[in-house]
């Protein structure tokens, strides 16, 4: 199926930065909110993108007035009489975006392709109330949209193949690395990404460093920022949130740290609020609060003055990574893909997995019991990688692990 206009559902900054991406391809596209104030905040997201563009010489203001006109908005869904595909982006709210899949489903033509944005939620209830579920799909793109190349494509239970197809060659046309993700709680790059964050936290509850420190030493390991500044930069509320999420999905391996919801409680949200982990207002820098409320939560656990290396943040990742593997949320190659560019993890350690195969699969599985001996459940080795171990597979220096290295 031919992509020949789509439709945006939600004019926030993801909405607003999706729309320029679909722009810049050449096609029309129409952006709806509630109101025209709302949608005109999409458009103006837009183009603010392509003016920075513009300042940077990368390309000329007519060029920009010609990519802006492709741009329409709209306050009801006349305009989506004609669309292709529909790129839900409204917030992370279940029954908000089954409200619009229901409108969509009514609204839109019997072949229009209805996508979510959802970076956790079931693409399977989201196509429930709709007529056609077999032409609805996940289409989780990261923020910032116009930056990061990675969209997940998640198919529902009742996803046809013809449309995750479909999906896969407009994620392409877009510039960008479709990777396919069987549906699951949090789908891929953010379960594992999320265990990583959550023994972030850990380690700083328990004060084995402090927060500059940790994202110090991830930064000298190869990542963009360390994961207190991205959690500032997405939101503390929206960490909260999906550690929620895959605790109820998975258990103790993911038992959040008691102070992300400490912090998000508090309405230190991060950057979007002035405060977060950092403190970015005008205020008087002496920021006490942070150490405050680790000392309280250190009252509260007993548990203080833990061991803290690199190695402590991926070891979770890894583990993540290799049992996404083993339940076939996607292959091998594709899960370090995602990795690489859905979070930046360095292009030279080639990915979690690949990581693991140059450390030796052996040693991983040595650190990783080391650490579950102290640190419980989020540590335990998943069963893949004792069995990658026992046959001698240990990754480069046995030629093979969890790839070949013939």
Not at 15 to 22: K, L, R, T
Not at 117 to 137: C, F, M, R, Y
Not at 185 to 212: C, D, P, T
Request: aromatic share 8%; charged share 25%; with cysteine.
């Amino acid at each position: 199926m031919y992509i020949y206009k789509a439709g945006v559902v939600g004019a926030g900054s993801m909405g607003g930065g999706i729309a320029q991406i679909i722009s810049y391809s050449g096609l029309p596209v129409v952006i709806k909110d509630i109101n025209e104030e709302r949608a005109k905040t999409g458009l103006e997201a837009a183009q603010k993108i392509y003016q920075s563009r513009v300042d940077k010489g990368k390309m000329t203001p007519d060029d920009m007035v010609k990519k802006m006109a492709l741009i329409s908005i709209a306050i009801d869904y006349t305009d989506f009489s004609d669309v292709d595909i529909v790129i839900e982006a409204v917030p992370e709210n279940i029954d908000i975006k089954k409200k619009v899949f229901k409108e969509l489903g009514e609204s839109c033509p019997e072949t229009t392709i209805l996508t979510s944005n959802t970076s956790a939620l079931s693409i399977s209830e989201l196509g429930s109330v709709t007529k056609k579920p077999d032409k609805v799909v996940g289409m989780h793109f990261f923020n910032p949209a116009h930056v990061m190349k990675l969209i997940e494509v998640i198919p529902g239970l009742q996803t046809s193949d013809e449309t995750v197809d479909d999906v896969v060659s407009f994620s392409e046309s877009l510039r960008k690395i479709p990777v396919r993700v069987n549906e699951c709680a949090g789908f891929l790059v953010n379960r594992i990404l999320m265990s990583y964050i959550n023994e972030a936290f850990y380690a700083l509850q328990e004060s084995a460093a402090s927060a500059k420190e940790i994202d110090e030493a991830i930064v000298s390991f190869g990542m963009p920022m360390g994961p207190f500044t991205l959690v500032d930069m997405l939101g503390l509320d929206v960490a909260d949130s999906v550690a929620d999420i895959l605790y109820n999905s998975y258990g103790e391996r993911m038992k959040p740290a008691a102070l992300i919801k400490k912090i998000a409680a508090s309405g230190r949200l991060g950057t979007k609020s002035g405060k977060g982990i950092y403190n970015y207002s005008n205020e008087e820098k002496d920021d006490s609060f942070l150490e405050n409320i680790i000392k309280k939560t250190q009252k509260e656990t007993g548990v203080s003055n833990t061991e803290f290396s690199v190695h402590r943040l991926l070891l979770p990742m890894i583990n993540e990574a290799a049992v996404s593997f083993q339940e076939g949320v996607s292959s091998l190659s594709d899960i370090d893909i995602a990795m690489l560019a859905g979070t930046g993890f360095p292009q030279d350690k080639g990915g979690p997995l690949h990581y693991a195969d140059t450390q030796g699969l052996d040693n991983i599985l040595k650190e990783m019991e080391k650490f579950s001996s102290t640190f419980g459940q989020r540590f335990w080795p998943v069963p893949i990688l004792k069995r990658y171990v026992a046959a001698g597979c240990l990754g480069v220096k046995a030629k093979k692990g969890f790839f070949d290295y013939l």
